[in-house]
């Protein structure tokens, strides 16, 4: 019986006239520990407007609601967190402003981001891209290894990421990976998001 969960991050953009019916019926389907709110391109009133919408369909069901790149806007909306990657500010200052709140650091395919992200007081540690993804340009690579690495030194969560699908998933879930974070494996699924997430569950429990 493996610890993993499901880590769900949004579409890279998303209508909020249907969205939030879509998620929910995703979050329904099954188990998804954390959602990622990641809207690259939108503006920042566009950004605070999804905040205000998805962030209760995901607290409500007990799916930690987590903002990427932002720390201080997350610390300001009652998100949950923040996931920041290398270029996206002051990790220790995101730390102080975030206080007890997540704090998720991006570390590719590194040892030593990890180990720095550990000691500053990451509540997890990212590693990826795992598999060629279609959702970004993904410019790091990283092995399963790492994860049983990780996984083997330190008491705090990783997460794999990058082109994770149902079917490739289960080297990482035992490897030691305590989430697998997706965006094409959800929202993409031939049958939709509801049907992504009980494929994941399922595979994440069978691997
Ligand atoms: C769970 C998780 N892991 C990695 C990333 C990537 O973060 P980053 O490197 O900052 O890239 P962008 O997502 O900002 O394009 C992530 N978002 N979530
Ligand atoms: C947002 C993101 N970060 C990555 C990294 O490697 O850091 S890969 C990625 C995209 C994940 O989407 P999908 O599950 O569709 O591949
Ligand atoms: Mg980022």
Redesign the pocket.
Known sequence: MTDCRL?L?TPPSIDLATFPDLLARALDAGDVACL?L?L?EAPRDDLRRAIDALRPIAQSREVAFLL??DAELAAQTGCDGA????E?GDHARARTLLRDATL?I?CHGSRHLAMDAGEMGADYV?F?AFFPTAT?DAQHRAEPDILEWWSSLFEIPC?A?GGITAENCAPLVRAGADFL?VVGAVWNHPDGPAAGVRAMNAAISGA
């Open positions: 880590y991050i990622q990641r690259k990427n790149d996931h920041l990657g290398q996206d998720g991006t990212a990826g970004k997460v990421i974070a």
